[in-house]
């Protein structure tokens, strides 16, 4: 014979637990205000590593719509196109290291890092603008995505600089907004 007692116990003891239980961790990548799927698309894929280039001449080529995990240098061993649009603190302690990509058609791309670093974009010797950028704390696929307006059939370097860590992650995707 069940006891009514017993029974309500148990079923308060239940409850408590249940409030007493912190909330399921959010997500912090779903906290981005972009569209940002196809990024965490390529993000779930296999990276293709390689080699980043110490030179604008030793730069290895990506592609769009893919990802590659670059492994850098210290970035006093770099010879960057350009000064980086960022200074470091210490840079005896950074990464850094450069890529080249050339887009078939132009407009606006976004660059994805799974890791806090400087990115630049060099076109026709210049830097190009960011045109706007977005990061989260706490996620890594991606951490930052930077969009620039990217010149058609024109080589572009890109220069990571400022990473506490050897590898990045790295994707550049065409914006959403450039094909709506």
């Known amino acids: 014979m069940r006891c009514p007692i017993m029974s309500a116990a148990f ?26 799927s196809r990024e965490r698309t390529l993000f779930d894929r ?5 080699a980043a280039g110490n030179a604008v001449s030793a730069a290895p080529a990506l592609a769009t719509d893919r990802l590659y995990q670059l492994q850098l240098r210290p970035q006093t061993e770099v010879a960057f196109a ?7 603190p210490d840079e005896r302690k950074t990464y ?40 989260r704390p706490g996620c890594n696929a991606p951490h930052k995505l930077v969009e620039f307006l990217l010149p058609a059939r024109k080589p572009i370097t890109l220069q990571f600089s400022g990473g506490r860590v050897s590898t990045v992650k790295v994707t550049v995707t065409r914006s959403p907004a450039a094909t709506s």
């Open 11 to 36: 079923l308060f003891l239940g409850f408590s637990v249940a409030l007493a239980s912190p909330p399921p961790a959010e997500d912090p990548c779903a906290a981005f205000t972009w569209d940002v």
């Open 46 to 50: 296999e990276a293709q590593n390689l």
């Open 82 to 88: 350009t000064q980086p649009g960022k200074k470091m």
């Open 96 to 135: 850094a290291g450069l890529a080249s990509l050339t887009v078939e058609t132009g407009g606006i791309y976004r660059i994805a890092l799974d890791q806090a670093f400087w990115v630049d974009v060099i076109a026709d010797g210049a830097l190009v603008p960011a045109r706007d950028f977005q990061g």
